[in-house]
Each structure stands twice: as C-alpha cells, then as structure tokens.
C-alpha cells in the first residue's frame, strides 16, 4: 500500500486526463470558516503532493483552528489549479473526449457542483466547464455550463453529482435532486 498523495480533505471525483495521463480531482473543502472559505476546487494531484488539509489551505493559509501547528508543512502546500466557489460541493468530474461539442471543449473538464448546504447564500447546484485551451494544464478559469438548479425563489430543485461523455458526445448528468440522467447534447450555435 502506497499514499499517491496526502491532504486532501474530500477528493470526491477522480479522472485521468486522456493527454497527460495525470490524475485529476475534485475536492470539498473543510467547513465551518463562513461563507467565503475555504474554495473547493479541482486539480490535477501529484504523486507525492501536500496539499494542506487539516492545517493549511491554497499554498500558505493557516486554518485558524490548527494555528501554530505543523509550520514546517508550510511551503511543501501545493496550489490547486482552479478555486471554486466555497461550499459548491464539487462531486464527479470528467474530460470531454467527445466531438458532438465544438472542437474547443475536446480535454475541458466538466465538474458536477452538488450545492451548498452551510451558506448564506446558495453556491454551486451546477455543471462547471473548466476549459484548457489545448493546454494540459488548466488557468484556473471556469464557467458555468449547465444551471438553472434553483429557482428565482431560491428552491433548490436539482443537485448535480456525476457527469460523463456519452458514446454520442453529449455529456450525461447525475441529479439526486431528481432522480434523473440528464442528457446535454450540442445543437450548434
């Protein structure tokens, strides 16, 4: 038995880039620190990686719970690759190997964005695109790709979770807010 890497508090997703051969992540991130803290986020891990939990987060930030524990972990904390919202509760992710979608998604990676469930105001419940431009590595950019989970009046009525490319190029959707597989095909411009 052998750790690949080590803290990381919830690696949920797990992919493997189909260029580069790297795992990918995606991550919840630790609670209770309010609204705005900490991202959860997706990226790539290295083998032997420190990434921070439980006493550091996003290279050199200190949880204020562990303070002046462990300084010596301080500068080996690597940088995810792109921060997401707190509290989105990135789930399942995968990259888009189809060709239904134009050429510039081939490698982005969509994330499944379960939702908050400890803030003030709703985050996540929705399908991220973190486009690579071609690059094996992300820019730390990501765009909402399939919202509309909640209603104007804040009723929360779907809750992404997994998400991959079907045979036919759409991407396939998880929701146990639903119940249901949503399919996203492109239709053109």
Not at 22 to 27: A, G
Not at 147 to 159: A, I, M, Q, S
Request: a negative charge.
């Amino acid at each position: 038995r052998k750790v690949f890497a080590a803290g990381i508090r919830n690696p949920v997703g797990l992919a493997i880039d189909p260029k580069s051969g790297e795992l990918w992540t995606s991550v919840n991130e630790r609670d209770m620190l309010g609204d705005n803290l900490v991202p959860d986020y997706v990226t790539h891990v290295q083998e032997g990686g420190f990434y921070g939990w439980p006493w550091w987060y996003i290279g050199a930030n200190q949880d204020p719970r562990h303070a002046g524990k462990h300084p010596e972990l301080k500068d080996k904390v690597i940088v995810p690759d792109v921060l997401i919202q707190p509290h989105s509760a990135s789930l399942g992710l995968a990259f888009y190997d189809g060709k239904q979608f134009p050429a510039e998604y081939s490698g982005d990676i969509f994330a499944a964005e379960h939702g908050s469930w400890n803030r003030s105001a709703r985050a996540g419940y929705e399908v991220i695109r973190v486009p690579r431009h071609g690059n094996a590595r992300a820019s730390g950019e990501y765009q909402d790709f399939l919202t509309g989970f909640v209603l104007d009046d804040g009723t929360v009525w779907g809750r992404p979770v997994g998400v991959t490319v079907a045979s036919d190029g759409s991407l396939l959707v998880t929701d146990d807010g639903t119940g249901s597989i949503w399919r996203v095909s492109y239709a053109g411009p």
